[in-house]
Each structure stands twice: as structure tokens, then as C-alpha cells.
């Protein structure tokens, strides 16, 4: 057999994890092993599919890189094996990201690879300070260039001389351990000591910080505010004459780390509405949902499905995996047979209408118990075939209740429910490394979940300790029941309440 091993060069993008491509995202999600460095993102790891093996391959304080061979080896050795291989790097892979080498070692070793492109960070950079790197009146062209040309060589071979002149707008790449000479014999070679320059660290992540000064101050502006490496340097006019208001660091909640705690599928909303304000929105997934169906059950089941009288969901879940493994057997809902849907509440009765089916029955009170009195209450039970589609968790108390009736009851088991290890999590590993401003909870479940995967959330000496929110009086009675602290509590209990007084509260700080 033909080995279908590939290697995707693949551009992460300047940071901001909605700024990595849809291409990009979508061969995250796939592959089999994903090879990355220091600075691409942490939420895009978790992106994986569960499996992925994991390649860190970057520089973290005080340690060096793997040698570039190495990772070449790497690349080379997983593909050769059949593997779906992620290479991914920060910012564009061929902008000042060695892409251009890796790409050639694939090609040398004869393996088949592609790249996907990213936004380089200068381009991050300018569009998150909101001032362009062309204008009409000020500058008709850019220069990306590196401050440092190759780690290996501790003088740069750079020749300043030749961008002085040009009227370029310059972003450097890599300048900040030679900011100082950089500007110097930029001013040596005939530029304004005046000339505007823009000095930007981890632009486009809610924990940018930016400083601007001249040729002439920049450096001892960015020695006195303590300003880091990975920054983006930005030489020109453009900076000055044009800064359009910055958008990205007036916005409410910047800087400010928040905590999301709710399954990944439900995290969404909440999460996309704090990142919009500026928030640095740290998703832990407490529990993860994933379909698990037996493929022999299944067999059963659908073999003998019109034979069902009763088909009762008990989550939105199992609806949504029911159909989704219905439709790999069956192309029509007629299928189905005439049988009767139950459902235990209103949203997982919504879940059934979407595909334009009526539930016949809704218990009054959402429990199991519940859904199991109101189906006896129909009459009739005894010898009925029942089939309850269910997560791994709970519905027995249901089934017994309709087995003592007589009813022919047969599980589906759809889907898992677990919790996630966090102990490796990235995001978590962040909240412990360096807390957060704030922590949300949107249920007592998410309560639970959080006391119970505390041993792993432990903050390090120096992390900062996050004021917590609850949306309503339930989860607050669970944060209380476990002596968790609570900071306040929603006005009104939705998404909005929620973040008005989280907004309000982080303010004052
Ligand atoms: N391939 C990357 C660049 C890698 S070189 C790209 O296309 O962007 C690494 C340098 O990029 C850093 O030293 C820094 O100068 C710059 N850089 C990368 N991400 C950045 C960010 N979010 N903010 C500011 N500079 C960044």
C-alpha cells in the first residue's frame, strides 16, 4: 500500500487564535501529529483530536530549540510512517520561520507536503494598533526584516545603511536585543532621529502591550517600561501621522484574564462575548462530551427499529448522536416506523424538532423519574418496547422504573461523558503558572466539576487570585455549599447579567 504520509507546513498566525486561517484550523483538528513552537497560541493545541501526539519543539526560558535537523528528522520520520503531520509556526512559515528549510528536507526526503499561509506578525501588529503600513500621503512601501539575522551569529550582518533612505515602512522581526544599535546606525545612516517608531509585544493577544517613541528614544523607552521580547518593531511615519485610535486596547475588559468554565460545546458563547470586550478568555473544559456508540448495539437497534414504541431522549446530547449515527444507516426519516418520541425537557424536545419531528411527550418536572411516571401514565406499558438513548452516565433510575412496569426497555448508549485531564491541559497549566483576574460559573455543575478537579487548578506563589462570578442564586448556593469564595453575583441571571457586573467589578481594579 501506497504510504499516505504528509507533512502540512501550517502559518498560525500572530497569535490571536481566530487569526490562524480556516485551512489552517481544520488541519489542527486532524492530524495525527502536530509539531510546534513557543509562540503560537495555547488555544489552538487544544483544538487536537483526542490522540494527537503533541510535539513541542520551541525554546523555553533558558533552554534552546530542538537544532533544526532535528525537527527536519522529526517531520521526515512521522511521515514516513503514514502520519498526518502539523508543522506549525508562528505568524506566516515563510516569513523568518525556517519554513523555507523544512520544506526543502521534505522535498529532499521525497515526501509529499503543502503550506498553509498565516498572517505574518507585522501585518498583526499594524491592523491590532489600528495605523496602516502604507499610506497614500507618507509611505508607498514596507521592508520586513530580521533584527537578528541567525541565532547561531551574534553580529547581525544586517546593512542598515541601505533601508535608511528608502522611505519604507520598517518592521523588524527579531530587533529587540539589538534595538539599540538598530536605531543608531539607522540615525547613522542619514534616518530622522525623529522618525516614529512603534515597539509591540505579543500583539494581537489580550496581553499586548505597545510603546512608542523615536529613532532617537525608542530603546530607552523600551529598557525603562521593561518591555520583552517577542515584540514587533515599526519604523516610519505611518505610526505617528496615522494612529487611528487604538481599538484593540480601549476595549472594556483588556488585559484582563477571565476564566470560562463549561464544556467546550457550551463555552461558545459566553466566551466569544468576553474575547470581543478584550478579555483574555481562558476556556478549562471541565468535562468533555463525545459520541461513543458500540457498533454491535447499534446494529441491534437499528435492525429492529420499527419495532420500537417508544423512542425516549434524556439529553440533547443522545439526540444529536442518535442521528447522527441514524443517518449512517438510513437516508430516510421514514425509517423510523411509526414509534413515539419522549423527551425529559423542553431543549432536548427542540433538539428532536430540528429534524421536523414532534415529541409526544414532555414531562412537566426535567428529571428522569419524572419522564418515567409521565410515560406510565400513558397506560399501556406493559410489554411495550422502549428504547432509551443515553450517555454513559445516568438513566437508570429511569429504565427501572420502566421495567418494573413490564416494558421491554433497550439501551443506546450514544455518547461519553468525562472529565477532561487537566493535569496536562495547556490552559490550565497557564491558569496555574499565572492565575487570572477572573473566574465565571454558569451552573452548580460546572461548581461541582471545578471543586472536583481542584488538585490540578493549585495556583503557583505569585499567580494572581481570580474574584469569582456566579450567574444565579442556584450556582451561588453551590459555590457556598462548598465554601468557595464568591465576588458577585448576576443581577439579572443570563450571559448579559453575568458579564455587566463582571465588567463592573474588574473596572475597579
Ligand atoms: N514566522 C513569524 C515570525 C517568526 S520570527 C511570522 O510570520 O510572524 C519571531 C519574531 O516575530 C519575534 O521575535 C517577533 O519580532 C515577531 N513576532 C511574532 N509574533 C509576534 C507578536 N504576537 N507580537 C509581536 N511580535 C511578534
Known sequence: MQNKGIVYLVGAGPGASDLVTVRGRSLIEMCDVLVYDYLVYDELLTW????????????????????????????????????????????????FG??????????????????????????????????????????????MVTGHEDPAKPETVIDWG????????????????????????????????DTPVAVVRWATLPRQESCFGTLATIAHHVAQRGIKPPAMIIIGPVVKDFPVYSW????????????????????????????????DVMELPLIRVRRAVD????????????????????????????????????????SLGIVRFAAVGPSTAREVEKFHLAVDLVPEKHTGSDLAKALIETGGLDNAKILVVKGNLGGEALIKRLED????????????????????????????????????????????????????????????????????PVTSQAMADLKMPLTREAGKSTLDGLIEVLVEELRKS
Not at 523555553?60 to 506549525?88: M, N, Y
Open 162 to 193: 541601505k533601508y535608511a533612505g528608502t522611505g519604507a515602512t520598517l518592521c523588524i522581526y527579531m530587533g529587540m536585543t539589538n534595538l539599540k544599535r538598530i536605531s543608531r546606525e539607522l540615525i547613522g545612516a542619514g534616518m530622522a532621529g
Open 405 to 472: 412496569q413490564w416494558a421491554m426497555v433497550d439501551r443506546f448508549e450514544v455518547y461519553k461523558t468525562e472529565p477532561t485531564d487537566l493535569s496536562r491541559h495547556p490552559v490550565a497549566g497557564r491558569f496555574r503558572e499565572m492565575g487570572a483576574h477572573a473566574i465565571t460559573f454558569t451552573s452548580s455543575s460546572t461548581v461541582n466539576s471545578f471543586a472536583r478537579q481542584a488538585e490540578f487548578l493549585q495556583l503557583k506563589p505569585g499567580a494572581v487570585t481570580p474574584k469569582s462570578f456566579s450567574i444565579g
Open 295 to 334: 457498533e454491535e448495539v447499534k446494529g441491534e437497534v437499528f435492525s429492529g427499529l420499527g419495532s420500537y414504541d417508544w423512542i425516549v431522549f434524556t439529553s440533547q446530547n443522545g439526540v444529536r448522536y442518535f442521528f447522527d449515527s441514524f443517518r449512517e444507516e438510513y437516508q430516510d426519516l421514514r
Open 248 to 279: 484593540y486596547e480601549n476595549k472594556p475588559l483588556f488585559g484582563k484574564r477571565v476564566v470560562v468554565t463549561r464544556t467546550r460545546r457550551q463555552a461558545g458563547d459566553l466566551a466569544r462575548r468576553l474575547t470581543g470586550l478584550g478579555a
Open 48 to 95: 487536537t483530536r483526542p490522540g494527537c501526539e503533541m510535539i513541542y519543539v520551541g525554546k523555553r526560558s533558558g533552554f534552546h530549540s530542538k537544532p533544526q535537523k532535528e525537527i527536519e528528522a522529526l517531520l521526515i520520520g512521522h511521515a514516513r510512517e503514514g502520519k498526518t503531520v502539523v508543522r506549525l509556526k508562528g505568524g506566516d512559515p515563510f516569513i
Open 98 to 143: 525556517r519554513g523555507g528549510e523544512e520544506a526543502e528536507a521534505l522535498q529532499k526526503a521525497g515526501l509529499p507536503f503543502e503550506i498553509v499561509p498565516g498572517v505574518t506578525a507585522s501585518l498583526g501588529t499594524a491592523a491590532f494598533m489600528g495605523f496602516p503600513l502604507t499610506h497614500r500621503e507618507v509611505s508607498s512601501s514596507v521592508v
